[in-house]
């Protein structure tokens, strides 16, 4: 595992020698915390909720979206590094192609979780009153999260050829999938079809769990053990879908066979 800690490193180092990278990580979540809990303060009323505003129920939801974010950030390097030839070099060198898997969801993980952790520091200022033992179960359904999504980013980066394919499928694929998680707005009231959506996406669980840490009065949320058991299955499947793909295609997209498919003029 030499090569794994050693490629999960060179993520948390990129991470800190790119200030950019943390400005990006936080500050789109937060604009969209404060504009969206202000602006729909005074008129939306969360079913349930008693008097919370919109602002501190919003709060869990936002957490999750800085890990989603840290998460694209980090995979999204797959794409840098194979144009930069980087991957080619670890590709021919001796380290195994699970290796690159652990390595990139290790690092990618642990920069979400930093993040979105950070985040959880500013819970007792909104009216949350976690407990040292409510924190670690936060932690734990936040790492569980971040290895779900890290390893779903990876998974897409590591077929993808360009950053702009790649931000495609993220505004087509991850964002609504927060949407529909329960952190912009609970399923309660949505229409049917709407509820369905929000009852398979396995975010939703997370966002769950992660609010019932938090506060565990809430109403209207899957139990905890089915959302924590739901996130740690996703986190699982998206972590061995990510290795699946680097074992099957050490290399990335395969160029040559899709060339040879196109028919000459």
């Not at 790492?143 to 980066?157: D, R, S, Y």
């Not at 949505?190 to 939703?204: D, I, S, Y």
């Not at 972590?239 to 040879?260: E, F, H, K, Q």
């Amino acid at each position: 595992m030499r090569g794994a800690r050693a490629l999960a490193w060179r993520e948390i180092v990129r991470f800190l020698r790119q200030p950019s990278r943390i400005v990006g990580a936080f500050a789109p979540p937060l604009l969209a915390w404060l504009l969206l809990g202000v602006g729909f303060g005074s008129s939306f009323r969360v079913p349930g909720a008693g008097g919370t505003s919109y602002l501190t129920w919003f709060f869990p939801g936002t957490v999750v979206l800085v890990v989603l974010f840290a998460a694209i950030f980090s995979t999204i390097s797959v794409i840098e590094d194979r144009r930069e030839g980087f991957l080619q070099a670890v590709v021919v060198s001796p380290v195994s192609p699970f290796a690159v898997a652990a390595g990139k969801i290790l690092g990618g993980t642990l920069l979400a979780l930093a993040q979105g952790g950070a985040l959880l520091l500013l819970a007792p200022l909104l009216g949350y009153a976690p407990s040292v033992a409510a924190l670690a179960p936060a932690l734990l359904v936040l790492a569980f999260v971040a290895l779900a999504l890290t390893g779903l980013g990876l998974t897409i980066a590591w077929m993808l050829e360009s950053t702009q394919g790649f931000h495609a499928i993220i505004n087509l694929f991850l964002i609504p999938m927060w949407f529909l998680s329960g952190s912009f707005f609970p399923a309660e009231g949505a229409p049917g079809w709407l509820r369905a959506a929000m009852a398979v996406n396995p975010l939703t669980y997370g966002v769950a769990a992660l609010r019932r840490a938090l506060d565990p009065t809430a109403a209207g949320l899957p139990s905890s053990a089915l959302s924590v058991a739901v996130t740690f299955a996703f986190a699982a499947g998206a972590a061995l879908a990510a290795t699946a793909v680097i074992t099957r295609y050490p290399a990335g997209p395969d160029r040559a066979t899709r060339g040879s498919r196109r028919k000459k003029p």
